[in-house]
């Protein structure tokens, strides 16, 4: 999967006019109807919404645009229910967005796996800018701002449809009321919820903006009598979710409440232990590990805030977000292990069942309610000499903010020698936690490993089964997207350790395939499959040794493959499918078989899957692989292969950053989408190892190292090359790596265009469907599945042998040699 998917947002199914109305009611409470922008002469212009606006607080109203991204106060890529804002406000159910409204505007930005998702789910009012092909929200918002201080004498500006305009003689200032002074002294500013903006993010705001244009003011919106009572009315409900404390400092909450009248509760699903057969190190070892990097930096504490952090640090796992096994929670670490480590989270229960484990974590960890972290820090923060680590990505501001300022409230009348500052505070340095959970130790790659195969049995009998049911001829009920991929799940479920998906199944024939992180909504109004076109299935599962991912593009008709040609000209429809998905396949293949010096970032790989693509023409909005957790989040960093392109290196410079070293996991997962028609992927996961078995030992004559310097050998074979201890060829002590399959599926040979594949490609492909055959093969042996209950199917090891034979031996075809790998053209005349 090439990014996270859930559609479980409040925005989902949303109508066009609830979601127009929830629209004007945020900008009622944010903007009102007395909205003040500088104009062209010199005045300002007000904004008016109309009677029955709610009236704002003064802080509000000095606003000019509100800033909405799409993650919850631990920075997580999937989200509940509860925090999924940008869904609710704006109708967009993808995972990745970024949401600007000002009085007469609403943007949205995303990516290019969400453009066609977007432009078919945004409400009536709301503009989508394509990430890539526009300013960023970042560039725009400082274009705003300069616009503001700067207006043209020519400009004009307009509001929407629901508003009107009218210019004024800029007044005097006045000192009547706090409202009145905004008002009319201008400011431009951009508000924004502190809880979903982190420390780095809100730095560089600062840096971009300037610090008097944000606003991390809580949103307290004063309503009128009417809606004073609707509000009484709504907390008094039967209704357990209104019951529970409604926070109302986001204005997305506050239009949620007053508009849709529901009030969601934060998740507190039960905890369970991670024993140590799955995670390999005992949470006292990890502590421990923490607490001496705590040291080389000279801080009291840290916090931890991340919740996959949290869970690997602990060996505990949560369902508070679908499909991804975490919990709501802040853990506070201590470098003195006298004192226990602080779980801020709304249970007691820790695993105590497991009393018999040898290092329960309940005896590591004292648990608070989730609420109190704030207090806790402040308290600490009172005491000279207290200073705190914390990750800068994924800590909210609000921390940074009241941290501060308890800093300047208790230490305004200390001597300078004792007086705490922002360094109190130390972000210089990313916690390593990331670090060390990206890389797998033993137990958690052979983990990763045995999930894999136990998955690849259960989504091979999955294809057999599509097959079989498309080849019958049998007269049953047609089969929908959602259908399918139940049927999949269902066949996932009789694994071992099955604890659910890791992300919901994006299962979409044709047209619906070429929309990246399509998702059927529900099997009444979905898709029927149709066998002669593609059939895209990306879907996962969270095993309680593994996280998997992976794509299969299939093809279930009956039509006959001709032959490719040179310019991918084709006879027919199958044969353009044969050549879209080959160029993938050997972009995959690039990847799959490339060797990298260790510490290589990803990035720079990514060129080796779109090769093939670009050659033509072609190429895919997404990245080429992403991390992926041990029994965590299906989407795992901070390893990575993004598309290097301007925009990586502005919006996420880590990439650059991370280099890839052995037991990372990823995924390699290259693809092209036809707008309309079709897509195509092919998604394996796999695990970055050190490269050892170098095969040099045939070329005759080179250069050689030899200390620092080079000399001529006229045989550069293994007895001649230079070898470190590990015996394996070293350049100036640079290790090199490459990458290993944890996915064992067949491919789809009939999509398969051999003549478009060289030697070495065709040599991968049959060996990669030799290990499939050897590693699944115990699996169909052992189980037995002969039959289904119908008699449709048949599940034998024929089958999986009839699926990976060989593709043929021989030279790749003349297609491959000249027009995709650049070799010489043939001598031969045609």
């Not at 609403?106 to 394509?130: H, P, S, V």
């Not at 004498?153 to 006045?174: E, L, N, R, V, W």
């Not at 299939?554 to 199958?574: D, M």
Request: glycine fraction near 6%.
């Amino acid at each position: 999967m090439t990014s996270s998917s859930a559609r479980h947002g409040a925005g989902k199914g949303a109508s066009s006019a609830r979601l127009e109305q929830r629209l004007l009611r945020f900008r009622q409470s944010m903007f009102n109807n007395s909205i003040t922008r500088k104009s062209a002469n010199g005045g300002v212009m007000t904004i008016n919404y109309g009677p029955g606006a709610p009236s704002p607080s003064p802080s509000s109203t000095s606003l000019n645009a509100y800033y909405i991204p799409h993650n919850d106060a631990h920075f997580s890529e999937y989200i509940c229910e509860r925090d999924e804002r940008l869904g609710y406000i704006s109708g967009f159910t993808g995972s990745a967005g970024t949401a600007v409204i000002t009085p007469d505007e609403a943007l949205l930005w995303t990516d290019g796996r969400y453009f066609l998702q977007a432009e078919d789910e945004l409400g009536k009012g709301w503009k989508l800018m394509k990430q890539g092909q526009c300013e960023t929200p970042r560039e725009w918002l400082v274009n705003k701002q300069k616009e503001f201080n700067n207006p043209s004498p020519t400009s004009t500006s307009t509001a929407s449809t629901s508003t009107s305009t009218s210019y004024k003689k800029k007044p005097q200032a006045s000192t009547s009321s706090a409202f009145t002074t905004s008002v009319h002294s201008p400011c431009w500013k951009v508000g924004m919820d502190p809880w979903l903006i982190s420390v780095k993010a809100a730095q560089k705001w600062e840096t971009d903006l300037g610090k008097e244009a944000l606003s991390f003011e809580g949103t307290h919106v004063t309503y009128n009598v009417q809606e004073s009572s609707n509000n009484k009315e709504l907390l008094t409900t039967s209704n357990p979710a209104l019951k529970s404390r409604v926070d109302v400092s986001n204005p997305v909450d506050s239009v949620r409440l007053f508009v849709d009248k529901e009030a969601i509760s934060r998740p507190k699903k039960p905890i369970r232990h991670q024993p140590l057969r799955f995670s390999g190190e005992t949470v006292s070892s990890k502590l421990a590990r923490l607490r001496e990097e705590m040291k080389s930096k000279d801080v009291s504490a840290c916090l931890v805030c991340a919740l996959d952090d949290i869970c690997w640090m602990l060996n505990l796992r949560g369902s508070d977000i679908p499909y991804n096994p975490v919990f709501f929670a802040f853990l506070l670490v201590f470098r003195d292990e006298t004192k226990l480590a602080r779980l801020y989270c709304d249970r007691t229960d820790l695993g105590r069942e497991h009393a018999d484990d040898e290092d329960p974590v309940w005896r590591q960890v004292e648990v608070k309610k989730y609420e109190h972290v704030e207090a806790d820090l402040k308290l600490l923060f009172s005491r000279v000499n207290f200073s705190l680590w914390v990750d800068e990505d994924s800590c909210p501001q609000r921390f940074k903010l009241i941290l501060l300022k308890e800093i300047i409230d208790n230490f305004s009348d200390a001597t300078s020698s004792s007086k705490p500052s922002d360094s109190a505070i130390y972000t210089k340095d990313p916690l390593p936690i990331k670090k060390w959970k990206s890389v797998k130790n033993d137990v958690e790659l052979e983990g990763m490993k045995q999930a894999h195969l136990r998955d690849g049995f259960a989504k091979t009998k999955y294809i057999m089964w599509l097959q079989d049911y498309y080849s019958s001829g049998s007269s049953a009920a047609p089969l929908t997207e959602v259908s399918a991929a139940s049927k999949l799940e269902q066949f996932r479920r009789e694994n071992e350790f099955f604890q659910g998906l890791s992300f919901p199944s994006i299962s979409g024939s044709g047209p619906n395939g070429s929309i990246v992180h399509y998702q059927p909504e529900q099997a009444s109004t979905c898709a029927v499959i149709d066998p002669e076109t593609l059939y895209l299935i990306d879907s996962g599962a969270q095993y309680s040794d593994g996280t998997t991912d992976v794509t299969r593009t299939l093809y279930l008709g009956k039509g006959s493959a001709g032959r490719c040609r040179k310019n991918l000209t084709c006879s027919s429809k199958l044969d353009a499918f044969r050549a879209h998905y080959t160029l993938v396949l050997k972009g995959h293949i690039a990847l799959a078989t490339s060797v990298f010096p260790e510490k290589t970032p990803g990035a720079a790989l990514d060129i080796l899957a779109r090769g093939p693509l670009w050659k033509f023409g072609l190429n895919y909005n997404h990245g080429t692989g992403h991390g992926v957790g041990s029994h965590l989040c299906v989407h795992e960093g901070p390893q990575g292969i993004p598309w290097l392109r301007s925009t990586l290196v502005q919006s996420a410079p880590s990439y650059l950053e991370v280099g890839l070293v052995p037991g990372m996991t990823l995924s390699n997962e290259p693809g092209y989408y036809r707008d309309g028609h079709y897509g195509i992927r092919i998604e394996n996961l796999v695990f970055v190892k050190r490269k050892t078995d170098f095969a040099i030992q045939d070329v005759k004559g080179g250069f050689c190292e030899e200390g620092s310097k080079e000399r001529w050998v006229d045989d550069i074979s293994s007895d001649s090359f230079p070898e470190s201890k590990e015996n394996r060829p070293v350049w100036r002590d640079q290790d090199y790596c490459c990458f290993e399959n944890l996915t064992f599926i067949p491919l789809d040979q009939r999509l398969i265009a051999k003549e478009m594949l060289n030697a070495e490609e065709i040599a991968y492909v049959d060996s990669y469907h030799e290990e499939v055959y050897e590693k699944l093969k115990p699996f169909f042996e052992k189980h037995l599945l002969n039959r289904e209950d119908t008699g449709t199917t048949s599940y034998t090891v024929a089958r999986l042998r009839e699926m990976t034979k060989p593709l043929g031996e021989g030279e790749g075809g003349a297609f491959a040699a000249d027009d995709v790998n650049g070799g010489a053209k043939r001598r031969k005349k045609e």
